[in-house]
């Protein structure tokens, strides 16, 4: 494991392959190996980064890094860091709005942007992530850590078809995680809405959705084909919210023929 230092505090990543660099940044309560299997699927042709948000995994966990508009800004910050001049950048759920934030902030540093389940508008969360960005409910979570464990173990069979790869990883990344870093980052995903600036998004772009997804609702794949007229958005019908776990050959496959082309 690999970390740079940034201004706001130190940013650990993954890298593995070699050839055109593709930036992969996970989700809310994850931390990079979530993309392991795809890094593998990937290296073969391509030098795969895959990033711990603040806040997450063993990145800085410094109080006010924690927000979807810092993670944005993350992005070119880290490709300095490694002499990067653009990078397809890929992200699953809130690392997906992410990587389109970039993609429209920072046009000349993304050539190719792909999002995996994630919202493009903060409204379309489930309601539990939505109460958890209310700051005494996430503290209150957060605090009951063996609850909210239970509680997910009891979900996961809902989440996704392989309960048992996903809940040792969230079980892990949760006790990684701040209070500050767990309310702060989904309350900044809920106020998110990146509709109006969808327009301006002129790079290739790849939505991946699944319509089993109970976390962020499904329709967002319609949001992002609504605003990305040239956008290739596909839906996989066996799959929530991570479709790596839930279809890993087609989404593999998907993300294989996306960088390549």
Known sequence: MASILTARGPVHYQVMGRGAPVLLIHGWLGSWDLWLPSMRALAQSHRCYAVDLYGFGESGKRQDTAQVDTYIDMVPVFLDALGIERAAVIGHSMGGTTALGAAIRYPDRVNRVGVVGSPI??????????????????????????????????????????????????????????????????RSLRHTDLRPALGQVRVPALGIYGLKDVIVHPRQHAVMSAGISHARVETLPGSGHFPMLDEPVAFDNLIRGFVAA
């Open 121 to 186: 508008v903060g409204s379309s969360l489930a309601w539990l992530l939505k109460l958890a960005g209310v700051p005494w409910i996430g503290r209150l979570t957060r605090r009951y850590v063996g609850l909210l464990a239970f509680g997910l173990r009891v979900y996961a069979p809902i989440v996704t078809r392989a309960p048992n790869v996903w809940y040792p990883m969230v079980s892990r990344d949760i006790k990684r995680t701040t209070i500050e870093s767990f309310f702060a980052s989904i």
